[in-house]
């Protein structure tokens, strides 16, 4: 009976997706003791520091990773990050406004320029739409050298202000990185993970046929462009208090090129990747420190390496070595 031999095998698919959902709970609740308890045996601040570092990073990676999932690669997305550590600082400093509400406004601030360009952006694919978005980028750091009165040009904003006093020590603000990337990435994973997600993916295999099947694909792009860019400015904000510090430089096309490189490294069409590529491009430089004539020479052949011996990522890579361990555990039962 076709019936009886199908339902074995669904209740088999169903056993062994509800193992692999417990599987993948028990390693992130394993990676959020570790990143809770770690600080607590070391406190050494420059570990801290990097830390710190790699949360921002993971939340721009991450946010990123929302854009390129709908099939377009951003180079204006440091630029959006730029926008609400300006907006977010100003208000702070000329307004005496609180951190809460400087960062409210400063994400709202990065939003609202993202749903002014993106539906004439969205529009684009390809090269043309990476060439506008790195224009972008650089009309706005331009806009932060030239508005001097404001953002105090290419000397950028010294002084700015602590959040709060409780974070003034290395180990609260690594707390309060980590908490927000944990919002963040939970945002971006909430969305991957729902029909929007889907809808997401569709639209990057087959956007005419995503179209045709009824899904509004400039609306839903634009949606996506505005929440990762509002995303991302909770990185700004919070990286320009870490550093005490706003200027240009922090928000120019290198930066918007590491994001793109760490979901590269880490693997573009799965959250784990950017997070993955967060750790290993801020850590690396610091590893090659000693090195200070080559380190940039040997930070690129090891780049150049990564990305051609692991063309699906680092994620890739560890979906490779699963599967060779469980073939050859399938194979010694045998």
Same mark, same amino acid.
């Given at each position: 009976?076709?019936?009886?031999?199908?339902?074995?095998?669904?209740?088999?698919?169903?056993?062994?997706?509800?193992?692999?959902?417990?599987?993948?709970?028990?390693?992130?609740?394993?990676?959020?003791?570790?990143?809770?308890?770690?600080?607590?045996?070391?406190?050494?601040? +420059?570990?801290? =520091?990097?830390? =710190?570092?790699?949360? +921002?990073?993971?939340?721009?990676?991450?946010?990123?990773?929302?854009?390129?999932?709908?099939?377009?690669?951003?180079?204006?997305?440091?630029?959006?990050?730029?926008?609400?550590?300006?907006?977010?600082?100003?208000?702070?400093?000329?307004?005496?406004?609180?951190?809460?509400?400087?960062?409210?406004?400063?994400?709202?601030?990065?939003?609202?320029?993202?749903?002014?360009?993106?539906?004439?952006?969205?529009?684009?694919?390809?090269?043309?739409?990476?060439?506008?978005?790195?224009?972008?980028?650089?009309?706005?750091?331009?806009?932060?050298?030239?508005?001097?009165?404001?953002?105090?040009?290419?000397?950028?904003? *010294?002084?700015?202000?602590?959040?709060?006093?409780?974070?003034?020590?290395?180990?609260? +603000?690594?707390? /309060?990185?980590?908490?927000?990337?944990?919002?963040?990435?939970?945002?971006?994973?909430?969305?991957?993970?729902?029909?929007?997600?889907?809808?997401?993916?569709?639209?990057?295999?087959?956007?005419?046929?995503? *179209?045709?099947?009824?899904?509004?694909?400039? *609306?839903?792009?634009? =949606?996506?462009?505005?929440?990762?860019?509002?995303?991302?400015?909770?990185?700004?904000?919070? *990286?320009?208090?870490?550093?005490?510090?706003?200027?240009? =430089?922090?928000?120019?096309?290198?930066?918007?090129?590491?994001?793109?490189?760490?979901?590269?490294?880490?693997?573009?069409?799965?959250?784990?990747?950017?997070?993955?590529?967060?750790? +290993?491009?801020?850590?690396?430089?610091?590893?090659?420190?000693?090195?200070?004539?080559?380190?940039?020479?040997?930070?690129?052949?090891?780049?150049?390496?990564?990305?051609?011996? /692991?063309?699906?990522?680092?994620?890739?890579?560890?979906?490779?070595?699963?599967?060779?361990?469980?073939?050859?555990?399938?194979?010694?039962?045998?």
């Amino acid at each position: 009976m076709p019936g009886a031999a199908a339902a074995p095998a669904a209740r088999s698919g169903r056993l062994r997706e509800s193992r692999m959902r417990a599987r993948a709970w028990l390693g992130w609740t394993i990676l959020a003791v570790a990143l809770v308890a770690w600080p607590l045996f070391n406190d050494n601040r +420059f570990i801290l =520091t990097m830390g =710190t570092l790699v949360a +921002f990073s993971a939340i721009g990676a991450s946010s990123l990773n929302l854009i390129i999932r709908t099939g377009h690669v951003s180079l204006a997305h440091a630029a959006f990050m730029g926008v609400a550590a300006y907006a977010c600082v100003l208000v702070q400093m000329r307004l005496g406004l609180s951190f809460a509400m400087g960062l409210v406004i400063g994400c709202l601030a990065s939003g609202l320029l993202a749903l002014i360009l993106g539906p004439i952006m969205l529009r684009l694919t390809g090269k043309y739409f990476v060439l506008v978005t790195f224009l972008v980028g650089e009309i706005i750091r331009m806009v932060f050298v030239e508005w001097g009165s404001l953002t105090g040009g290419s000397n950028g904003i *010294q002084g700015v202000p602590s959040i709060h006093p409780i974070f003034d020590s290395p180990i609260a +603000f690594y707390y /309060l990185a980590l908490g927000a990337a944990a919002v963040c990435v939970g945002i971006a994973l909430r969305i991957l993970s729902s029909e929007i997600g889907r809808a997401i993916d569709s639209v990057r295999e087959a956007e005419r046929v995503a *179209q045709c099947s009824g899904v509004p694909v400039i *609306q839903l792009k634009v =949606t996506i462009f505005v929440i990762a860019c509002m995303l991302v400015g909770v990185q700004g904000a919070l *990286q320009a208090h870490f550093l005490k510090f706003v200027d240009p =430089t922090a928000f120019n096309i290198d930066v918007s090129l590491n994001l793109v490189v760490m979901n590269v490294i880490g693997g573009m069409h799965h959250l784990v990747g950017p997070l993955l590529g967060s750790v +290993f491009i801020v850590s690396l430089p610091e590893l090659l420190r000693g090195y200070v004539e080559l380190q940039r020479v040997i930070f690129g052949v090891i780049l150049i390496v990564v990305m051609a011996a /692991l063309p699906a990522g680092m994620v890739g890579a560890l979906a490779w070595a699963r599967r060779i361990i469980a073939e050859s555990f399938a194979a010694k039962k045998r």
